[in-house]
């Protein structure tokens, strides 16, 4: 298990991001070149089952062992009016992943993947990123460490989600602060706002950029001061199973824009990520191309907590039993290409 001690050691490892196992790609590489198939007609398919080969580091890759985590956290900044729902329904929420009531819910089962769910301090919401850090440094770091708990060695995949209401808002104040770029270019209708609910938030993002971004010295303090625990959670997550080479399948809007902060320090930190969606939030396909991903399925999904990663653990699923189960050339007796 992974636990940063504190902000120089979280630091320390994103700088120092193992990479994927070589010798396994190319092994995998060798098995996908004798498949009864013209070579890359299963097309992202087979850059799927290599993938998972380099960070599992075997030539036939698994999805046995797979985990949805869903962190949850409430932000000071919903007072500002800027979600179309109130501050209670996270709470709510909570409540409805625990007795199976999601859409996670079905999707994880859906996908064979087990659920944790993992809630933080929702009685004591961030404090306010227009007027404040969101969180203290012992705060974001315990944050970021409920993250790394929720990562076991030896899992196939790990997939990530969140729910926060009013969380939209942090999560464009991240981008903007990691990418550059105006409010507008990152704020979006998230749960439903109308036109007057967009501008409050593009207002909370400028206002926050303003009073925090000279101080945005690395990933650490920027996830300290523009995000909330659920986004550092989903932060430390994602750097846990780099250091475990666990590979991670990202969410939608929020999701991906945890991880903003360390891909601007580390551009190689989204190489164990795959993006399951572009999310119909507007900031998305931006943020996509600025973390250099790209989604799996565009489905106009805007739900998050995780349902678009387990949605496209399916393809997972698929790209996988593929690679493992097809007989060779040799053993079916095909003919290979002229
Ligand atoms: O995943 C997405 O792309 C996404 C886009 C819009 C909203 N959400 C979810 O809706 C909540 C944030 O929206 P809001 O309007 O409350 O900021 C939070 O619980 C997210 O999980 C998620
Ligand atoms: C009902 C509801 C469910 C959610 N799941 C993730 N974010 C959400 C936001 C709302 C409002």
Known sequence: MIR????????????????????????????????TKPAGSLGRLEEIALFMAGWQGRDRPEAQRLRAAIFAGNHGVAARGVSAFPAE????????????????????????????????????????????????????????NAGAAAVEPGLDLLLLGEMGIANSTPAAALCAQSFG??????????????????????????????????HCGDAFETLRRLSGREI????????????????????????????????????????HCLAAHMSAEAGHERLLRALALDPLLRLDMRLGEGSGAAVATQIVRSALAAHANMATFAEAAVAGAL
């Open 89 to 144: 329904v996270t709470v709510q929420m909570v409540a409805n992943f625990r007795h199976g009531g999601a859409a996670i819910n079905a999707l994880a089962a859906a996908c064979g993947a087990e659920l944790a769910v993992v809630p933080l301090d929702l009685e004591r919401p961030t404090d306010d990123i227009c007027t404040e850090a969101a969180m203290s440094e012992t705060e974001c770091l315990a944050a970021i």
């Open 232 to 271: 550092a959670a989903l932060a430390g997550a994602v750097l846990a199973a780099r250091m475990l080479r666990v590979p991670v399948m990202l969410d939608g809007f929020i999701g991906c824009a945890a991880v903003a902060p360390l891909a601007k320090d580390n551009p190689a930190l989204t190489g």
């Open 181 to 214: 770029g105006a409010a507008d270019h990152w704020v979006g209708r998230g749960t439903g706002v109308d036109g007057h609910g967009l501008a409050r938030k593009a207002q909370a993002v400028t206002l926050a950029l303003a009073l925090h971004g000279p």
């Open 4 to 35: 940063f001690d504190n902000r120089a050691a979280f630091a320390a490892a994103l700088a120092d991001l193992p990479v994927p196992d070589t010798s396994a790609i190319a092994a995998a590489a060798e098995r996908q070149a004798a498949l």
